[in-house]
């Protein structure tokens, strides 16, 4: 049985549902504001539409501009290219000491004026405002919103501090000594321990009283449209030192910068721009924010804090997209969906209803398998019906109207994986296994037969010829479920526990709904299988 099915067998279960006529659906727990849709839905696309006229002005720029730009940009990298070996040179790769002395009195300013000089070439009209911090008031730069690769220009701004980097973009040539000219951690991929080395390099840099250059830091982690500022990842948070926020702006009327996971390529974003006459940017430092106590103690806490100051000032919202949401948007344009179905705000849902990757990535297969006929990558009621092979009744009904959050008619992947964790994963005890056996063994033998288990399914759905043999040969060896398969079983899938929770919390409610003088103390008759006594089980509902 699919997980839906299991959730389907959760919704019937509420008063009302079963067989006869079908009660109104009950009122529900009121939703948690904090898993309303975020105010951007997607921050990883970018359409740049263009029309005839600009297209036309396109071409014949590009005609002129194009290739001088292409060779000013090749001979600045050039001319830059001995400064940084003399400024690397006899330096191990991953440096343990900073570059001081001659070599740096000498590179560092010629470096910083070709670095101007670059994006000056490649037509960057560069507006600054506010004051630069030295490396004493703030050891650390962050620098949001992340939406391109011309975002290096904050660096050279900033006075070219160091920076995080993959080792690999180390090696590269000509930009990779470049790179090492910054005196950069490193980030290796293979190994094992590189997380926690970073950590430990960037508190050791930042703490170090100005010896090393200041850091900067794009705390988002990858880029977007800049329509809103996504969660800040912590590393730049957790030295506890003051930092100072950098804010990044290009205000024209086309866009040929932004580099999003769908969206223009690296390529086509530099012959655009490169072809444009000017554009422009806004640079913008903010004061210098220092932690508090509680801040130095936990850096999402600084972090969260600094990216609503930057968002207050860009006037845009926040959203709890990270880069695993762009590894689902992969994902789902892989199993032919709309890439845009896999966003779910990955660090909020992962932490609220206590899912890692794999298992939302688990739920993306679920739900590809019934919205792939679908049109628009969302499962509608029919969908939805043909998946679990029930008619559209009154039951699923209501159980499609508990995953369909905002009540559009349609269910996202977004409210799918929601759905799953409210209604189908409580707690799964030994206890509530036991019961779950006594509830299906109606002749109290120790055994569940086939006939039971119809009854007790088919009653709760509300679908007297619901077919359950399949799950039934999925649990049995043979002709009849003993306790051991059972619990086997249970214990493999703990999202049925809700079934079985939910069912004993209604019986329980109607017998005390009863008058006072033929009400009876729910009990458990004891069996062959599990003869211990019963505490009354409540059941763990989450509130949604």
């Known amino acids: 049985m699919s997980r839906c099915a299991e959730a389907a067998a959760v919704a019937a279960t509420v008063p009302g549902a079963g067989v006869g006529k079908a009660g109104l659906r009950p009122l529900m727990v009121p939703r948690q504001a904090s898993f309303f849709p975020p105010p951007v839905p997607n921050p990883f696309v970018q359409q740049t539409r263009m029309g005839t006229a600009r297209r036309i002005q396109i071409f014949f720029l590009g005609i002129i501009l194009l290739p001088i730009r292409a060779l000013l940009v090749g001979l600045i990298l050039l ?16 440096q343990t000491h900073p570059v001081t002395g001659w070599r740096r009195t000498v590179t560092q300013p010629v470096l910083k004026f070709l670095g101007r000089a670059l994006f000056f070439s490649m037509g960057f009209i560069v507006t600054v405002k506010g004051k630069v911090a030295n490396a004493v008031e703030a050891p650390i730069f962050v620098v949001a919103p ?39 951690v490193l980030v290796s991929r293979v190994d094992p321990d590189s997380r926690k080395n970073t950590i430990n390099e960037i508190i050791r840099r930042a703490t170090s009283g100005g010896e090393w250059p200041q850091m900067l830091v794009f705390p988002e982690g990858t880029c977007t449209n800049r329509s809103c500022l996504i969660t800040f990842k912590p590393g730049a948070f957790i030295p506890g030192v003051p930092v100072q926020p950098i804010l990044l702006r290009y205000p024209n009327k086309l866009d040929t910068v ?47 804090r600094i990216r609503n100051l930057m968002a207050k000032a860009l006037e845009i919202p926040v959203t709890d997209h990270t880069y695993e949401d762009c590894r689902l948007m992969i994902s789902a344009g892989q199993l032919t969906l709309p890439m845009e179905a896999g966003l779910v705000e990955f660090t909020k849902i992962s932490r609220k209803l206590k899912l890692d990757w794999d298992g939302i990535r688990k739920h993306l297969d679920e739900y590809a398998a019934i919205a792939s006929s679908s049109k628009g990558g969302r499962i509608g009621i ?9 008619p559209v009744s009154d039951v699923l009904r209501q159980l499609f109207a508990l995953f369909d959050r905002n009540h ?16 189908c994963n409580p707690a799964n005890t030994e206890e509530i296994i036991q019961v779950a056996f006594k509830l299906f063994d109606l002749d109290k033998d120790g055994y569940i037969t086939e006939e039971e288990f119809s009854t007790i399914l088919q009653a709760s759905l509300g679908v007297p010829d619901l077919d359950v043999s399949g799950l039934f040969k999925e649990i049995a060896q043979g002709d009849s479920v003993s306790y051991e398969e059972f619990k086997s079983f249970a214990l493999k899938h703990p999202e ?25 103390t729910p009990s458990l008759t004891s069996n062959k299988v599990s003869p211990e006594n019963h505490e009354e089980s409540t059941s763990d509902k989450k509130d949604d």
């Open 79 to 94: 001319l830059a290219w001995p400064f940084a070996a003399i400024s690397t040179a006899c330096c191990p790769e991953k």
């Open 146 to 184: 992340h939406s391109t690769f011309f975002d290096g220009i904050a660096c050279v701004v900033a006075g070219l501090p160091s920076m995080v980097s993959r080792n690999e973009n180390a090696q590269a040539p000509v930009v990779g000594r470049l790179l090492r000219a910054l005196q950069p």
């Open 258 to 304: 932004t580099w999003t996971w769908q969206g223009y390529t690296f390529i086509q974003l530099c012959v655009l721009t490169f072809c444009q006459p000017f554009t422009r940017v806004e640079i913008e430092f903010l004061p210098v924010q220092v932690p508090n106590d509680e801040e130095k103690n936990d850096p999402v806490v600084f972090a969260n």
């Open 382 to 390: 029919e969908e939805f019906a043909e998946y679990l092979k029930l």
């Open 408 to 423: 559009d008619g349609s269910i996202d992947f977004r409210e799918y994986v929601i759905g799953l964790a409210v209604l």
């Open 496 to 520: 049925y526990a809700k079934i079985f929770t939910t069912y004993l919390d209604l019986q329980t409610g109607h017998v005390f709904s009863l008058p006072k003088e033929i009400q009876a």
